[in-house]
Structure formats: structure tokens, C-alpha cells
């Protein structure tokens, strides 16, 4: 069960606007956006931004909030940082020096850009 929320979670970031979606939302901090921010931002709008948020909120990547006739939405940073010890644990062979971990940029640096 685990492997197939893992494999969720990988596939919707495998998709280039989901990925901008969560890098923009995560550089935005905990107070997230709301629908219309992130659409003017990405350059994403209607039914394609509505289908990746939903994604997204689905695969436990963002959190959705009702706020008043808005929805914000933001990351969250728990399942990102679950991801990234999970890419840690199953590919540590590919860590060039594992005496020097922070010699490596992390998966989370990686994904924010």
C-alpha cells in the first residue's frame, strides 16, 4: 500500500505543470495561493489547472482550503520531505560520497529548483 501512495505521489510529480505547481506553491511558504494566483503565475487556467490541483490534493501533495468563494492551496512540505527519504532509502547507491551527505544537494533542492 505504501509502495502505490509512493508510486502516486512520483507519477503526478512526473507530469512538467504538476511539478511547477508544487515548486510554486512550496517557494510561496505555508501560506499558499489561491486558485487565481497560481493560475496567473503558471500561465495554467479552467479545467487543466482544476485537473492537476486535483491530482495533486488526491495523491496527498497539497492540502485545499476553502476560503470564503476561493480555494487555496498548499504543499505539503511532510509529503515532500516522505518522498525524498524514500528516493534516499531505496537509491543510496547513487550518493557519490555517503561520508559527506551534505556534499549532495537534497531531493527536495533538487525538486524546488
Same mark, same amino acid.
Given at each position: 500500500?505504501? $509502495?502505490?501512495?509512493?508510486? %502516486?505521489?512520483? *507519477?503526478?510529480?512526473?507530469?512538467?505543470?504538476?511539478?511547477?505547481?508544487?515548486?510554486?506553491?512550496?517557494? #510561496?511558504?505555508?501560506? *499558499?495561493?489561491?486558485? *487565481?494566483?497560481?493560475?496567473?503565475?503558471?500561465?495554467?487556467?479552467?479545467? #487543466?489547472?482544476?485537473?492537476?490541483?486535483?491530482?495533486? #490534493? /488526491?495523491? *496527498?501533495?497539497? #492540502?485545499?482550503?476553502?476560503?470564503? /468563494?476561493?480555494?487555496?492551496? /498548499?504543499?505539503?512540505?511532510?509529503?515532500?520531505?516522505?518522498?525524498?527519504?524514500?528516493? $534516499? %532509502?531505496?537509491?543510496?547507491?547513487?550518493?557519490? $560520497? %555517503?561520508?559527506?551527505?551534505?556534499?549532495?544537494?537534497?531531493?527536495?533542492?533538487?525538486?524546488?529548483?
Amino acid at each position: 500500500m505504501l $509502495d502505490e501512495q509512493i508510486a %502516486k505521489q512520483f *507519477g503526478a510529480l512526473g507530469q512538467p505543470s504538476r511539478l511547477a505547481i508544487v515548486r510554486l506553491l512550496a517557494q #510561496t511558504g505555508s501560506g *499558499g495561493l489561491i486558485v *487565481g494566483e497560481i493560475a496567473v503565475s503558471l500561465n495554467i487556467f479552467g479545467a #487543466t489547472l482544476s485537473h492537476h490541483l486535483s491530482q495533486l #490534493t /488526491r495523491c *496527498g501533495l497539497l #492540502t485545499a482550503s476553502p476560503e470564503g /468563494r476561493y480555494i487555496r492551496y /498548499r504543499v505539503e512540505i511532510a509529503a515532500l520531505n516522505f518522498l525524498a527519504l524514500q528516493l $534516499d %532509502k531505496q537509491f543510496s547507491l547513487l550518493v557519490a $560520497d %555517503k561520508n559527506n551527505p551534505e556534499a549532495r544537494p537534497s531531493f527536495a533542492s533538487m525538486l524546488l529548483g
